[in-house]
């Protein structure tokens, strides 16, 4: 996949970088937050290539585009020049530039939660993945809690968790537009060693005459984002009043000064009561109706992501964690879901008879049980419907025995097969209960989807059309050639050709090499037909010629791809090699660039094999129909070895 242009497509489609006040990225998804809303290209984003789909909701415009995620990101905060948009996002007088949108209170809490926790997201994952192994390792007798390399494992394990103040501190200085250092700073003030002592000694304290309430602020959450909140108004306010030659040195003083002992007498503990004020609220259902909490999250956990609000409830999951070292809220209830996600996509990966649909379930259904639902859910069952139903009342049966025989979650990960270790602990029938309770959500999910069924998207050949992907329809019969000479037609213009003047067009072959099937392509973007109809060719030779006559309307900087538009209306595209463009132009050579006018049989490209192989990368080469929806029948010869200039696709 070309990361660039599709993050340079997806900035433009946002409404540019200059309405991004605010951007961040999950595990499957870009979060941004827009100056003015109504800018997004909603429909045109949707139906990029690379993009699964798009939410908004949650007081955040969601672009859900996979597990290239991060790559897609790096692209865009380059193109914007920082990653969260803080220092340039805002006019001369502090406010924002353009008109943001009006959202409730109950959107704007969520907002401030996912993008507080984001950044947080790899560190707490990363300790629980070693909780979940130490968990393994203990329950194998690898290793005993008495042991040294027990301790030294839990301590890194513990520590995210520990100083989640500070890890906190830098989302919540993203979100309301402060500085991050000076945001964890008065965090570690919450935690400096000083502050247990006092703890330890159990005497009353006092500050100029008030007196403080000694709270243990590790682990906590609530507390530390109202700080910072209240931070950011205290820091304008060092900036209005200090003058501007001294302002390097009053301003940082002026903020801590006011904000760090605010954060000791008042909000600090006000913060930590209204978490602990939830966290009771939600133990005492689990301690009258345990079956209820699971059961809700397990049905309406796809409700809640596509509403944006799944991320409600963290909060309150965090902070069991680090004070029970088990949470009830969150993990059972999305074990549930997500393998009745699962359960749902791959059922349809069986039963359907398209082989688009049979490719992108079997992928994402594999994928959800693990853990990852998005793709699953805005790829296959949201699309559906009834699976999506199926899903919802799998989770929701799961859920209830999860709840009822007290399953927990030992360490913060995203709940799937993958993450089973995490609910291994002090009760040893808990992983018991969680592999029953997959059984029950996979089962429960499966059988409904197949009985229910699905409205089956009809394959392209059954409308008539022919699939380049199915082996039935390329039997390379020949296919008369009524191709308008090259030169005559060049000053036609493609855009408003008839294409019934047009009653076949032959594709050469641009290399030397093996003809295959787009499927075998290792990326879903070309496998699945993303970007187009095609096919593709695993060369034996390392140059690449124009299959058509027209003009290069696109060649990559790193040298591997290039895009012709043919003189009759057709526009294809190649792409050396998967991922290739991480290597920047090694072990390429070219001369040409975009506008020039090629031949079919000119040299375009040459390309090192041997050399692109050793650095780890693929050299299957996908061709492209760019429009395949121009032409409503695509053929591709049978699958042979082949040389350059023979025919190996016919466009109707």
Known sequence: MDYRKLGQEITELVGKKDNIARLTHCATRLRFELHDISKA??????????????????????????????????????????????????????????PKQKQSWISRFISVISTTFTPVIPAIIGAGMIKAILAVLVLTGLVTTESQNYYILNTIADAAFYFMPILLAYGASIKFETSPIMAMTVAGVLLHPGWSALMTEGKDVFFIGVPVRLTDYAGSVLPIIIVVWLMSYIERFADRVSPSMIKFFTKPMIVLLITAPLALVAIGPFGT????????????????????????????????????TAWAMTPIATSQLTKNGYEMINGPGMLASNIAQGGATLAVALKTKNKKLKQ????????????????????????????????????????????????????????????????????????????????????????????????????DEEEGNTNVNDDKTLS?????????????????????????????????????????????????????????????????????????????????????????????????????????????????????????????????????????????????TPIIIANSDRFPDIKLEKQRSVEVGATIMHLS
């Open 41 to 98: 290209e909603t429909e045109k984003l949707k139906a990029l290539p690379g993009v699964i789909t798009v939410v908004n909701n949650g007081g955040q415009y969601q672009v859900v585009v996979g597990n290239e995620v991060q790559q897609v990101y790096r692209v865009i905060t380059q193109q914007m020049g920082s990653a969260t948009r803080s220092a340039d996002s805002k006019s001369d007088s502090g406010k924002n530039n353009g």
């Open 273 to 308: 009561y209204l978490n602990d004020l939830v966290a009771m609220g939600a133990e005492a259902i689990n301690a009258k109706a345990s079956w209820l909490i699971p059961l809700l999250m397990g049905t309406l956990q796809p409700f809640l992501i596509v509403t944006g």
């Open 360 to 459: 992108l379930a079997a992928s994402s259904g594999f994928t959800a049980v693990l853990g990852i639902t998005e793709p699953s859910l805005y790829g296959v069952t949201l699309k559906l419907k009834k699976p999506l139903i199926a899903a919802m009342i799998g989770g929701g049966v799961a859920g209830i025995y999860a709840g009822l025989t007290g399953l927990v979650r030992y360490a913060f990960v995203s709940p799937g097969l993958a993450a089973l270790p995490a609910f291994i602990g002090s009760n040893p029938m808990n992983i018991v209960h969680a592999i029953v309770t997959c059984l029950i959500a996979f089962v429960v999910t499966f059988a409904l989807t197949w009985i229910i069924g699905f409205e089956d998207p009809v394959d």
């Open 476 to 620: 390379g019969q020949p296919v008369q050639d009524n191709t308008p000479d090259t030169k005559s037609a060049a000053t036609t213009n493609a855009n408003v050709l008839n294409q019934n003047e047009i009653h076949s067009l032959m594709i050469a072959s641009p290399m030397q090499g093996e003809l295959v099937h787009l499927d075998r392509v290792p990326d879903d973007v070309f496998s699945l037909g993303l970007l187009g109809k095609g096919a593709a060719i695993i060369p034996a030779k390392g140059e690449l010629y124009a299959p058509i006559a027209g003009e290069v309307t696109a060649f990559m900087d790193s040298k591997h791809a290039v895009k012709l538009n043919g003189y009759n209306g057709e526009e294809i595209l190649i792409h050396i090699g998967v991922d290739t463009v991480n290597l920047k132009g090694r072990h390429f050579d070219s001369s040409i660039k975009v506008g020039d006018q090629v031949q079919q049989g000119d040299l375009l490209i040459s390309f090192d094999i041997d050399a692109i192989k050793a650095e780890g990368y693929e050299v299957i």
